[in-house]
């Protein structure tokens, strides 16, 4: 089955730093793969995909990159903000199925 | 806005009582999942629906049952609750794929602690 790791369960950057959080996948044909945010006490929610026929997705202040050689997902977030503090997890679709593997998630912790 | 709703999103039961947490979607979603979520572990699969009275186990389905009589509601049951059940528990739904990938949407969470 599919395996998702996160490199660092914690990362701390100042407001206005570029953030990146990586995940890593084990199965290659894996081709959906997704990130989201949650906040404490709340659900997580939805931030950008990404299917496995494109390298990069950008949204707003947000870009997902996907390296399939070395099985690994990133996710950049630009002049991080403190509304940006919460756990972000990516997750991968299992192939044959709709369900998804989570990574362990990274908190992000930005000061001021 | 996909909107699911979780119930209850705090409870408490004692050891041995039968526990239901329902969830309801209103986007006519095929796909429902129930997850778990503990420290250290992150989100882990407990049951899946793809249809109406359908259901599939997870990665973690010992102790748990589920029911989907409509559509729109998936239930989680605990039918003899544990300590070691006590998490939060995460409904989710998605349009049916294919296998395509479609955005899966979450619920609030229910704060389950088991006495």
């Given at each position: 089955g599919e395996s998702v790791g996160l490199h660092l369960p914690t990362l701390s950057v100042q407001e206005g730093d570029n953030s990146i959080i990586n995940c890593a996948y084990s199965?290659?044909?894996?081709d959906y793969f997704i990130w989201y945010k949650q906040e404490s006490g709340k659900g997580p929610q939805f931030i950008i995909d990404i299917r496995s026929n494109m390298d990069k997705r950008q949204g707003q202040r947000v870009t997902v990159l996907l390296n399939k050689t070395v099985k690994h997902l990133s996710l950049q977030i630009a002049?991080?903000?403190?509304?940006?503090s919460a756990v972000y997890f990516c997750a991968v679709l299992n192939s044959g199925y709709s369900t998804l593997t989570f990574g362990k998630g990274t908190m992000l912790l930005v000061s001021p | 806005d996909v909107k699911v709703t979780q119930s209850s999103r705090y409870l408490v039961k004692r050891t041995g009582e039968k526990v239901f947490l329902e969830c309801v979607q209103d986007?006519?979603?095929?796909n429902m999942f129930w997850y778990r979520q503990d420290p250290g572990l992150g989100l882990r699969l407990i049951y899946f629906s793809y249809d109406v009275k359908m259901k599939e186990k997870g990665d973690i389905p010992e102790g748990y049952s589920v029911s989907r009589e409509k559509k729109e509601r998936f239930s989680l049951i605990l039918e003899s609750a544990s300590t070691n059940q006590t998490s939060m528990y995460l409904c989710a739904s998605t349009l049916w794929t294919g296998g395509s990938g479609n955005t899966i949407y979450f619920g609030e969470g229910s704060w389950l602690t088991v006495v």
């Open positions: 199965n290659s044909a894996s002049a991080t903000q403190p509304g940006d | 986007m006519d979603h095929e």
